[in-house]
């Protein structure tokens, strides 16, 4: 295997990975940002009421893009362990 294959394996690690978890990350960024913009408004400054909104965003979107995510990820193994061949010769 060449160098530039393996750098291209592992460009091809790094994107499936920011696509898979950008989502969850992101709502999960969302969320915080707007409960604590709720919680300086109204001054209840209770840790738990943030986590269980994160917890509660994640779990949403885990629910609808889930599925998506999931085959994404099982292509991306499928297509690494046939790439296995070419890396250990």
Known sequence: MSP?????????????????VGPLLMASLIAGVVVGILQTATQINEASISFLMKVGTVIVV??????????YAI????????AISQVVR
């Open 4 to 20: 530039d294959q393996a750098v291209g394996l592992m460009a091809e690690l790094l994107r499936v990975t920011a696509y898979v």
């Open 75 to 82: 292509e991306y193994a499928r297509s690494d362990f046939e």
């Open 62 to 71: 885990v629910l609808v893009l889930g599925p998506r995510l999931a085959s």
